[in-house]
């Protein structure tokens, strides 16, 4: 795969795009980008990530930056680190759900959060002129081994006022004794998510959870590749089984019966969560719930029944922080299982969705696929199309033709009919355009998703 750089980061196959020359050129052109402070670097559980992250951890010392090795840890507990005081942002060695032949990185700033549009710009501008800022000393930046990265981000997760012993939630759930089943992809959350759930009360069973970074199967955490997990969730008479993506910023969940939820519904229950105990989160009456243009309606049923009000963004996590923080959210995220807390911190993190999935599911008395039926029941389909020529003039094209159906063009195109939705628009991290459509039906989606899928060249 050719290399692709975008807001979402950098990734490409090792071997061809993504070469150490490259790796140490976007590192030294980042740290010339940031301001003064240390910068923490993780990778996820793949092997090469020990070696990126030694040309990483290089090109920032040759820029006089102290560097924090988080060692194997998730994007977000990166993302937790770059924000504390001192530290001008982090790194993440990962290429997210792609295949075990693909690497990449994730450049946070001092916020914690993914470059923006205008952070990323200037990063290219100074890659593509090589106005590096290179230490003359001998004294080079230090690296500082941080060995309790993922403990941190388990303590001050569970240090939320939410959980606090007044409001008796945390010791609720841990009564519960919930047993669960992990596939971490033997990557960046084997440890972590596991941890968490002790912490919580919960029998573990591990499935892949070694940390080689080996993965059993295709790492995206969708139905087709979790077979295993289902299979585990039933043997072991489990509550639920839960998967995450090999930088743990994903989450997705398996019901007792062995059937995945849906990759939407994290987001969906996570929204519950907050919203149905909103005097706990915040004093917002009417707090605001924010995901982007691909998601789920459900989300915006879950909002409005509590009370809150409902935004959407750009495709992007940085994209919804961005519209979270103006919007002043509380809840919010991706309908790929990506869950974003803000007054934990701004960014997706399968963590936090992991607590907040455990207070909904506390409250509701039956089982999850119970509480799964309380769900508004719409189906969605995803499909993709190589890109061929510029899709943009197709898609302004569809536009005129639906010029009487509510749209909105701030991330390609989206149609909002009475019953459904279709959204297209170019991927970040791919060289294809993406179709999602929803609707009541399944058959009603298939046919919107294909219909408009052919109008692009």
Same mark, same amino acid.
């Not at 060695?93 to 990449?104: L, M, Q, R």
């Not at 007054?343 to 799964?372: C, E, K, N, W």
């Given at each position: 795969m050719a290399l692709i750089s975008s807001i979402s980061g950098l990734r490409a196959t090792l071997g061809d795009d993504l070469t150490p020359s490259i790796i140490a050129d976007y590192c030294t052109a980042f740290a010339a980008c940031s301001p003064v402070g240390a910068i923490a670097i993780a990778h996820d559980g793949r092997p090469s990530g020990m070696w990126i992250q030694q040309v990483a951890a290089g090109a920032l010392q040759a820029s006089g930056r102290t560097v924090h090795l988080l060692g194997m840890a998730p994007t977000p507990t990166v993302q937790?680190? &770059?924000? +504390? &005081?001192?530290?001008?942002?982090? %790194?993440?060695? #990962? !290429? @997210?759900? =792609?295949?075990?032949?693909? =690497?990449?990185? +994730?450049?946070l700033n001092e916020r914690g959060v993914f470059l923006g549009p205008k952070e990323y710009k200037h990063l290219m501008q100074v890659l593509e002129q090589r106005t590096f800022a290179l230490s003359n000393s001998q004294q080079a930046g230090r690296v500082v081994e941080q060995d309790n990265a993922i403990e941190e981000h388990i303590e001050r997760l569970l240090q939320q006022p939410v959980f606090s012993s007044e409001h008796g939630l945390l010791q609720e759930i841990i009564d519960h004794k919930y047993k669960v089943v992990v596939d971490a992809v033997n990557s960046s959350g084997s440890h972590i998510v596991p941890r968490l759930l002790a912490k919580m009360g919960c029998d573990v069973v591990e499935l892949y959870t070694d940390g080689s970074g080996i993965f059993p199967h295709t790492p995206e955490p969708v139905p087709a590749n979790l077979s295993d997990l289902c299979e585990a969730v039933v043997k072991h008479k489990a509550d639920f089984g839960i998967a995450v993506d090999p930088d743990a910023d994903r989450l997705v969940i398996i019901d007792e019966k062995g059937s995945p939820i849906g990759e939407e519904n994290t987001i969906v229950l996570a929204t519950m969560a907050v919203m149905k105990n909103k005097h706990l989160f915040t004093s917002? *009456?009417?707090? *605001?719930?924010?995901?982007?243009?691909?998601? #789920? +309606? &459900?989300?915006?049923? *879950?909002?409005? +029944?509590?009370?809150? #009000?409902?935004?959407? @963004? !750009?495709?992007?996590?940085? =994209?919804?922080?961005?519209?979270? %923080?103006?919007? =002043? /959210?509380?809840?919010?995220?991706?309908? @790929?299982?990506?869950?974003?807390?803000?007054?934990?911190? /701004?960014?997706?993190?399968?963590?936090?969705? %992991? !607590?907040?999935?455990?207070?909904?599911? #506390?409250?509701?008395? &039956?089982?999850?696929?119970?509480?799964?039926k309380q769900l508004p029941n719409y189906a969605m389909v995803k499909q993709k199309k190589a890109l061929k020529g510029d899709p943009d003039i197709a898609l302004e094209q569809i536009k005129k033709q639906f010029s009487d159906v509510e749209h909105t063009d701030i991330d390609g195109l989206k149609l909002m009919f009475p019953d459904s939705w279709v959204h297209m628009r170019k991927s970040n991290t791919e060289p294809i355009v993406r179709i999602i459509a929803e609707a009541p039906t399944q058959e009603k989606a298939e046919e919107l998703a294909t219909t408009f899928a052919s109008y692009i060249a």
């Open positions: 937790l680190f &770059a924000e +504390k &005081a001192g530290f001008a942002g982090g %790194i993440s060695i #990962t !290429a @997210s759900h =792609n295949p075990a032949e693909y =690497n990449g990185l +994730k450049f917002e *009456a009417q707090p *605001a719930v924010v995901v982007n243009l691909s998601t #789920t +309606k &459900a989300v915006a049923d *879950a909002a409005r +029944k509590y009370g809150g #009000t409902f935004h959407q @963004s !750009a495709v992007g996590e940085i =994209n919804v922080v961005e519209e979270m %923080i103006a919007r =002043n /959210a509380v809840i919010g995220g991706e309908g @790929s299982g990506g869950v974003i807390w803000p007054s934990f911190h /701004a960014g997706r993190d399968a963590v936090s969705g %992991i !607590a907040l999935f455990l207070i909904i599911l #506390t409250q509701y008395p &039956a089982p999850l696929s119970h509480l799964m």
